[in-house]
């Protein structure tokens, strides 16, 4: 790393999942908080059709709100390409444009991919910087698809004896168009077990988008098919009568255990049926309460139990772990998220803020985490 030049950080999103808008959001407060004295920023973002390209740094353009939702192309630099550079020491990124653009601008000392969903946060993008021998910030390749693919996500859980919810996988041979009639039928009976309502999402997806839920076998099928044009596999699972609580993670320092914020519950915008993407990102009342009003026996429990998912799934940098806190004192573990959204709204920095490390802080811990790390360590 030259000591002639700040650490220079590429903070890459976007991406070519549904949830590129709020990628592009998270990208937004980060470039907004990061230490600009002691990082440089190169903004790199996928576009939906996949293309890297350099972007503004504006983290004004980059908000979500009511009018158009944010996305690459709006703020892409005309003309102006990334390309990772794959081979054994490359360690760059490949910026091609017009002759004022530094000749040296690829060469970053560390990526922040800020990218949610599948191509992104499902370990592609991970396995591509590790090609390129790039360091880079969260968890690594293995951590990243299981902590992807809710199926997987929820058998290592089991495996590591950790509490969850009932759940039934429809995988394309159960439901696709070729599927024979008795085993949608079995299908259809499984799920039925779970009681009504149930949550019906994509396996591989984020940010409740695909997601709905269910009060009655007759529409369960278009939630199924709804779920579908999202990923393959589908998962349902059975409504949990609780609240929704969030617990923020992040890998210890110097390889030590791994250290839980205070939880936050969420609170529904009262015109929304759950906790849907509007709900989450563009509901005027929703909001998250900090810390969780519940027991600080079971606010504890919920942070350990958020360290243990983490371990779980060999996690790495940070994450976001969910959980239910039942009518009835239980403590379920919803799911774990990677690379959880950085969005003002979002729990993630909302939860290390009240745990004292604001967001500068906490970018700031996040990069120097993977700093630490050798690129060919992982």
């Known amino acids: 790393m030259s000591e002639q030049r700040k650490i220079r950080v590429a903070v890459v999103f976007g991406g070519r999942s549904a949830e590129h808008a709020v990628s592009c959001a998270s990208a937004g407060l980060v470039l907004g908080a990061i230490d600009r004295d002691r990082y440089e920023v190169v903004p790199v973002g996928i576009a939906r059709d996949g293309r890297w390209v350099l972007t503004s740094g504006d983290p004004a353009r980059l908000a979500l709100g009511s009018g158009e939702l944010p996305s690459v192309d709006a703020v892409a630099t005309p003309g102006v390409s990334v390309t990772p550079r794959t081979g054994s020491g490359s360690g760059a990124l490949v910026i091609t444009g017009p002759a004022e653009i530094p000749a040296g601008l690829g060469d970053v000392d560390v990526v922040l991919p800020l990218l949610h969903g599948t191509y992104g946060e499902d370990g592609t993008i991970q396995g591509l910087l590790e090609m390129t021998g790039i360091r880079y910030a969260g968890a690594g390749v293995l951590a990243s698809a299981a902590g992807m693919d809710k199926e997987y996500m929820k058998l290592l859980f089991t495996a590591r004896g950790l509490p969850i919810g009932r759940y039934v996988v429809v995988r394309e041979r159960d439901w696709g168009p070729d599927a024979p009639a008795a085993e949608r039928k079995r299908v259809l009976d499984e799920i039925a077990e779970l009681g009504w309502p149930v949550f019906v999402k994509p396996a591989r997806g984020g940010s409740s988008i695909g997601t709905s839920r269910v009060t009655r076998l007759d529409d369960l099928e278009a939630a199924i098919e709804d779920a579908r044009r999202y990923d393959r596999k589908v998962l349902v699972e059975a409504a949990v009568d609780g609240a929704e609580v969030e617990c923020a993670v992040l890998e210890g320092i110097d390889g030590g255990a791994p250290e839980a914020s205070v939880p936050g519950q969420i609170v529904v915008d009262p015109h929304s049926a759950f906790y849907d993407f509007e709900a989450k990102y563009l509901g005027a009342e929703s909001r998250m309460d900090i810390p969780a009003p519940i027991p600080a026996a079971a606010a504890e429990r919920i942070r350990q139990l958020a360290c243990a998912a983490f371990d779980a799934i060999s996690c790495e940098g940070l994450a976001r772990v969910d959980f239910f806190y039942t009518t009835a004192g239980e403590v379920l573990i ?45």
């Open 334 to 378: 919803n799911e774990i998220n990677t690379m959880p959204g950085m969005t003002p709204s979002s729990g993630f920095p909302l939860m290390w803020a009240a745990s004292g490390l604001p967001m500068p802080a906490l970018i700031d811990r996040i990069i120097q985490t993977a700093l630490r790390k050798s690129a060919q360590a992982r």
